[in-house]
């Protein structure tokens, strides 16, 4: 309760609280972005000191908690990406998606050798075009629907259709295969 | 929206919504429908399935420890005070009011913050003074020296003389180191929870403490107003200790303003948030009892019904008794005349 005005008050519990409700989901924002576990565990400290330091940053009348802390987890991601001038990542044409999900990149080397794991990222590979660009744009840049669908030029119902048929797909791959 | 209605557009959400791409406001509304509807339900159960999917194979978080970080913490913005229960809303308190000076440019300072004439530097020499009373009481060293007889407003005048051409910085570091001090020897000495201090009125060391973080928080926003600063207002459970303290003391504001009749009791519901009724008797137990022909009565004779941090600001000065948002029962003269006492509670 109040989580946001505990950490105005000092309370060390609440942040301890904080972290670890929030820590998976600020690492998992960072690493999308940059692709690297070391960066995405420096990023995902620096957001947590941020709302320690600056609370108010955050303000609860304008959104969640874990909208804002993965906002700006990716903000930090982007600017570390573009600070160190790897060209993987453009906005506007996000085919970061290729690059997160195959082997050899230090995230995915973590677990991706799995069936299941071969499984999504074929699934996702074989998405038509549309679904996945716009999956990609949510999942991979927290983007929001209606933002997906003014990036993508399409109405919002669009987008909503985009990104619920693209999931179902996947939920096909996972379970479809006979293999679950 | 007919049941059907809100059925297709949830369904159409679903996506978005798993994906966590959602508002906050189109987010409660999924949530809520996913209660009654099996169909909706399942799917989002699956759609949520292949996002964690998605999360499990790309990017496992490695497993660390709070610790690194929990210093890093500490080295940039000083947690509250450890502090036994009693004395946790100043804590509290002392840790806002450092967040929000340290976030003060070099003329915010300077602002006019309370009774028009003091700045938030000497804002904040007052608060130390006021705190010095405490301190001194539990057997710190404080500087100047408590004199006998010294009030809130005797040792306050005495500082600023010293203080305000001292810097700001010099201030907040002995403000705080005295806070930190004051905790810190409460939570040793669980004992001296009992003792007494004076700051004005006789209190006990453990409302003392409720008292002074009641008048963090007021200054606080008298500073936030000042210098255009957010602030929060007190914890539930740190701004119920506040009213009832205020409840507890009201009966002898009352009592020096006007003369009421013995046995006469006023209920005071503060709502909201940490919120709760009391009764207040219209003179001190003292006067009570010595008028002895008159019972005391069973039902009150007033009710007052305010929210609870509003009524707060009253009894802190800094709201009009008559402007006040309260709804009255019963006899209004008397209802009227415990908000029209409860700024009396307050000092400078």
């Not at chain 1, 409700?21 to 690297?36: C, I, K, S």
């Not at chain 2, 001296?192 to 200054?219: C, K, M, N, Q, S």
């Not at chain 2, 500073?223 to 009832?244: F, G, K, N, Q």
């Not at chain 2, 006040?324 to 019963?330: D, F, N, P, Y």
């Amino acid at each position: 309760m109040r989580l946001r005005d505990r950490l105005v008050f000092g309370d060390e519990a609440a942040f301890v609280d904080l972290y670890h409700r929030y820590r998976a989901l600020v690492y998992t924002v960072a690493a999308r972005v940059t692709r690297d576990g070391r960066a995405a565990e420096d990023i995902t400290q620096e957001v947590f000191l941020t709302i320690w330091q600056q609370p108010f940053a955050f303000d609860p009348a304008r959104g969640s908690l874990r909208g804002w802390l993965s906002m700006i987890a990716h903000r930090r991601a982007v600017d570390l990406v573009r600070r160190e001038e790897t060209q993987r990542r453009h906005a506007s044409h996000p085919r970061l998606w290729d690059d997160a999900v195959s082997r050899g990149d230090p995230v995915g080397d973590q677990v991706s050798d799995t069936d299941t794991a071969r499984r999504l990222e074929q699934a996702v590979r074989a998405l038509p075009e549309p679904l996945r660009h716009a999956i990609t744009l949510a999942y991979l840049h927290g983007r929001t629907y209606r933002e997906v669908a003014v990036e993508l030029g399409v109405p919002e119902g669009t987008a909503k259709s985009r990104l619920r048929e693209g999931l179902r797909r996947l939920t096909v791959a996972l379970h479809g295969s006979g293999q679950t | 929206m007919t049941g059907t209605d809100a059925h297709q557009a949830v369904a159409q959400l679903l996506g978005a919504w798993a994906l966590q791409a959602c508002s906050p406001l189109e987010d409660s509304v999924v949530r809520a429908h996913l209660h009654g509807c099996a169909a909706c339900a399942a799917e989002a159960r699956a759609l949520r399935a292949a996002v964690e999917a998605l999360d499990r194979e790309c990017l496992p978080p490695p497993a660390t420890t709070i610790a690194p970080l929990g210093v890093a913490a500490n080295a940039l913005r000083r947690p509250a005070p450890p502090a036994p229960p009693y004395a946790a809303p100043y804590a509290a308190q002392v840790a806002a009011l450092d967040l929000m000076l340290s976030g003060l440019a070099a003329d915010d300072w300077d602002r006019v913050a309370a009774y028009g004439e003091w700045s938030v530097h000497d804002l904040l020499i007052h608060l130390t003074a006021t705190d010095g009373l405490i301190a001194s009481a539990l057997g710190l060293t404080v500087e100047p020296p408590v004199e006998p007889g010294d009030d809130p407003v005797s040792r306050t005048r005495a500082m600023l003389d010293v203080l305000r051409n001292r810097s700001t910085e010099d201030t907040r570091r002995s403000w705080r180191a005295q806070a930190d001090a004051v905790c810190r020897t409460l939570l040793r000495h669980p004992s001296l929870a009992a003792g007494t201090v004076v700051l004005g009125l006789p209190l006990t060391v453990r409302d003392a403490l409720v008292a002074r973080a009641f008048e963090t928080w007021i200054h606080i926003e008298d500073i936030a107003a000042a210098a255009a600063r957010p602030s929060v207002t007190p914890l539930p459970e740190h701004v119920h200790l506040m009213a009832d303290l205020a409840a507890r003391m009201l009966p002898h504001v009352i009592a020096r303003r006007a003369v009421t009749p013995a046995g006469r009791q006023v209920r005071l519901h503060l709502t909201g948030p940490g919120g709760g009724t009391w009764t207040v008797p219209a003179a001190p137990p003292a006067t009570a009892l010595r008028a002895s022909t008159g019972p005391v009565e069973l039902v009150p004779s007033a009710e007052v019904i305010v929210e609870i941090v509003e009524f707060c600001r009253l009894v802190g000065g800094r709201r009009e008794p008559e402007r006040i948002g309260a709804e009255l029962r019963g006899d209004p003269v008397l209802a009227r005349e415990l908000l029209a006492a409860a700024p009396g509670l307050s000092g400078p």
